[in-house]
């Protein structure tokens, strides 16, 4: 046979490096910004901290998927596998992801890796885990694994984001992660959470870059030194590509040697999810 038609999507079957799973749940944060919860193949193991390829199963008339790399937010230990995402309106991915519903297929690939993870630490006292935007996604996974406060004595969650509607999670870093009977009670002692506002007005306000550079998060967290100190103070970064760039810089102007899985070392970085 010569002219054999494309297959129809309901023949489409994932390659054999992704699994085909279920979404559990989906809550909407904004009209920019949502979490979803998938079934996890008991084959799937990872590290908390690390991303994975996510997709849709091709739409009619379609051939291949389209998949992005997405931070896990739940950690290691955990039953499904959440994540935290943008919608954009014409996105190749998220204009369809955005519109899932319990019981709709996921495609979920068999490979999850990143720095973001504190294998890629080298020992300290304090672990400050910055995110913007989506990159909150990662440092969820992180800062909901016991290993996270066995290692260190604190653990920060600063998020920074553009409007107060923005803060996805508030209401697990200011109540519900206390209440973990894995991680509930080392929260309640180590756990900071540090949320700042660009564009409007909140209990605390600016970037990131700037907080530090005037020390005004050092005084917040009631630090004595107003720097960070390459002794003590271990970061992950995730958000956009400037965001990363300069906390990068920021962080070599301390003496801060990036780590990796092969080196640890004082900060890691990877650039959230965008498309
Ligand atoms: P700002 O509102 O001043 O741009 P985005 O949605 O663009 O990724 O931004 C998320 C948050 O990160 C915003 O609060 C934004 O502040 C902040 N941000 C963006 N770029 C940088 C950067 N280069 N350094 C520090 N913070 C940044």
Not at 120 to 137: D, Q, S, Y
Not at 213 to 237: A, K, P
Request: glycine letters at 8%; a negative charge.
């Amino acid at each position: 046979m010569s002219d054999v038609a494309a297959p129809a999507a309901s023949t489409w079957t994932p390659s054999a490096a992704q699994n085909l799973e279920k979404v559990l749940w989906v809550r909407h944060w904004t009209d920019r910004l949502f979490s979803f919860a998938i079934t996890r193949p008991e084959s799937f193991r990872f590290r908390s901290g690390e991303f994975v390829m996510i997709g849709l199963p091709p739409a009619p008339g379609e051939s291949k998927p389209i998949l992005r790399a997405y931070s896990i937010a739940s950690p290691s230990f955990a039953e499904e596998l959440e994540f935290l995402s943008i919608k954009v309106q014409d996105g190749p991915l998220t204009s369809r992801l955005q519109h899932i519903q319990p019981g709709d297929d996921v495609l979920l690939g068999k490979k999850p890796t990143g720095t973001l993870v504190l294998d890629a630490v080298r020992p300290g006292k304090r672990l400050f885990l910055f995110g913007t935007g989506t990159g909150l996604a990662p440092f969820l996974s992180v800062a909901r694994d016991p290993d996270a406060y066995s290692n260190f004595e604190q653990v920060i969650v600063g998020h920074g984001v553009r409007e107060v509607n923005e803060l996805a999670y508030r209401d697990l870093f200011t109540q519900d992660i206390f209440e973990d009977p894995l991680v509930g009670e080392e929260a309640r002692q180590q756990l900071v959470y540090y949320p700042t506002v660009t564009r409007e007005p909140f209990e605390r306000q600016g970037r990131f870059t700037d907080l530090i550079s005037s020390g005004q998060l050092f005084r917040d967290l009631g630090l004595e030194g107003v720097t960070f100190n390459r002794d003590e103070d271990r970061i992950m970064l995730c958000g956009s590509m400037d965001f990363i760039k300069d906390m990068a810089a920021l962080c070599e102007s301390h003496g801060l040697v990036e780590g990796s899985n092969a080196e640890p070392g004082d900060y890691v970085l990877e650039r959230a999810f965008v498309g």
